[in-house]
């Protein structure tokens, strides 16, 4: 009696499902991101930076944890996991943070904005859709713009507006000015150390995000991985602050304004400091854990009308502020 043909071969069961080159199946997305967490690692920062490294967004993760990952791409991940562990923030770890809806990329050259200066962009925003309503183009001036965070969350929300960013670090400014090009927001930026760039120069409002830290608070070493220029001025936080509000006046139109971001133990002081430099107080705003967060200042005398040159308390008349 002749044999029985063999039964076919069943690929589902007998034939592996074939690799790409350079993985290994057993390390998936899911067990990466079982062993961040378990290292400690907070599971959000675990899945952007899993997401960073595959160049997939947070959808994809979750639809794929089961999707091996290249070895390589497993060894960046836990470099960049060990990193993260030890203070480097996830902004430059990812190379971006979204500030005030506008997403920025940033390097270790700049500060990487807090939402708690988005109080100090919605206090300005408002002041310019608000007293400056009437104005074709009111002069800004953001110093130690850092990222450019400030002047491109304002440029953004109010075009009309004719801003000029100052910071003292090239390295800084470079990261500002790619932001402000990749956006196409249009923003005046210059080199050089708070007013200096801006000599002769009157603006209707002036903002400033300052190093404020005392160099001592024990809160600063958590934040080693920033730049120290951007974060504290020295054993006393309030001498940026205190430089600033002394050189305004000369800076600022009839009924111009300076904002001033502080930290949040710091408003009685500033507000005195305003006070001390001849500008009327305007109050302090609070950021979203209530903490005193930023404090205004305005230029004594009427703000300027949407006619023509400025009239200043001394007599001189200004015909193009804020302009070269």
Partial sequence: MPASPSAAPDPSRDVATPQPPGTDARVTVARLLAQARAQGLDRLDATLLLGHVLGVGRAWLLAHDDAPVE????????????????????????????????????????????PDTETLVDWAIEW?????????????????TGSGAIALAV???????????VDCSAAALAVARANGERLGIDVQWLQGDWFAPLAGRRFDLVL???????ADDPHLAALHAEPRLALTPGPDGLAALRQLAHAAPAH??????????????????????????????????RDLAGHERCTAGRLR?????????????????????GEE
């Fill in 71 to 114: 070895t390589s791409a497993a060894g960046r991940f836990a470099g960049a996991c060990a990193q993260r562990q030890a203070g480097v923030p996830l902004a430059y770890l990812v190379g971006e943070r979204e500030f005030h809806g506008l997403s920025l990329r940033l390097t270790p050259d700049v500060l990487v904005p807090r």
């Fill in 128 to 144: 310019l859709q608000g007293p400056l309503a009437a104005l074709p183009h009111p002069a800004v001036a953001d110093l130690g």
């Fill in 155 to 165: 440029a953004r929300a109010c075009p009309r507006a004719r801003i000029s960013a």
């Fill in 208 to 214: 400033s995000n300052p190093p404020y830290i005392d």
């Fill in 252 to 285: 600022l139109g009839p009924g111009g304004v300076l904002m001033l971001e502080h930290g949040h133990g710091q408003g009685p002081a500033v507000r005195a400091l305003l006070a001390r430099a001849g500008l009327e107080v305007l109050g302090t705003r």
């Fill in 301 to 321: 005398g009427p703000t300027r009308d949407a006619g023509g040159p400025l009239a200043y308390p001394d007599g001189t008349v200004n015909h193009a502020m």
